[in-house]
């Protein structure tokens, strides 16, 4: 069980390019979402998935995309990074099944936009 | 608005010490309160609490929660350099479609504990 993997762990990018950051699960998880955490701020939801193909806005969704086509995969899309999208990024997953929702995250990714 | 204060921001102490670190919270549709421990690196589950008053204890680590007063305190008794770490309150409600669950997380409280 690899649990919540993500990729890569670390990236810079320039201003105005585009990346995806992978997030991949292997528990079944129903749920899954992306946080990024910045100094002081905790950590703040930017989309989440509660299954397959469905997918909502979270606290912070601007500039960032989402899809899930498939219960494993939740990848993050940047269109056009800008530097306040400097942060660490970290993806987790969880059981959506009544109270039960701890969840499980993966080791993150460092990414600088210069 | 859903919201989530820890105090203190930060603590040093010295190993054996006792701390108690803070949680309140505002959150609509409250299902369940979550702490993590954090060390550079990605958060790691410590306890879930739902219920008033039930005490959660984990060696050193005991967590309660008052949903009455909206707040919970995590304590960590006989303090070791290894608990070290920030700390993350997080709660979870439910979203005003009442179609999915999700965390709000606390800004954190970094201990540090001396030797």
């Given at each position: 069980n690899a649990g919540v993997t993500q990729t890569p762990k670390f990236q810079v990018l320039k201003t105005g390019q585009s990346m995806t950051l992978q997030c991949a699960q292997?528990?079944?998880?129903?749920y899954m979402s992306w946080y990024r955490q910045d100094p002081g701020m905790g950590l703040r939801l930017i989309h989440y998935s509660v299954g397959a193909g469905i997918t909502d806005q979270g606290e912070v969704p601007n500039g960032y995309n989402v899809s899930r086509s498939t219960t494993e995969d939740f990848p993050l899309r940047l269109l056009s990074a800008a530097p306040s999208q400097t942060s660490v990024y970290f993806c987790a997953s969880s059981y959506?099944?009544?109270?039960?929702y701890e969840q499980y995250f993966g080791p993150g990714t460092r990414l600088t936009v210069t | 608005e859903d919201k989530v204060v820890q105090s203190p921001l930060s603590l040093v102490v010295h190993e054996g010490d006792t701390v108690t670190l803070n949680c309140s919270y505002e959150v609509t549709n409250f299902r369940s309160l979550l702490w993590y421990k954090q060390e550079k690196k990605a958060p790691t589950f410590l306890f879930m609490l739902t219920s008033s008053g039930i005490e959660k204890k984990s060696g050193r680590l005991s967590s309660i929660l008052d949903k009455k007063e909206l707040f919970s305190i995590l304590n960590i008794t006989a303090?070791?350099?290894?608990?070290s770490a920030v700390y993350l309150c997080a709660v979870g409600g439910v979203i005003s479609s009442g179609s999915a669950r999700q965390l709000t997380f606390g800004s954190g409280t970094q201990l540090t504990v001396l030797p």
């Open positions: 292997d528990m079944n998880h129903e959506s099944i009544g109270l039960v | 303090t070791q350099t290894g608990d």
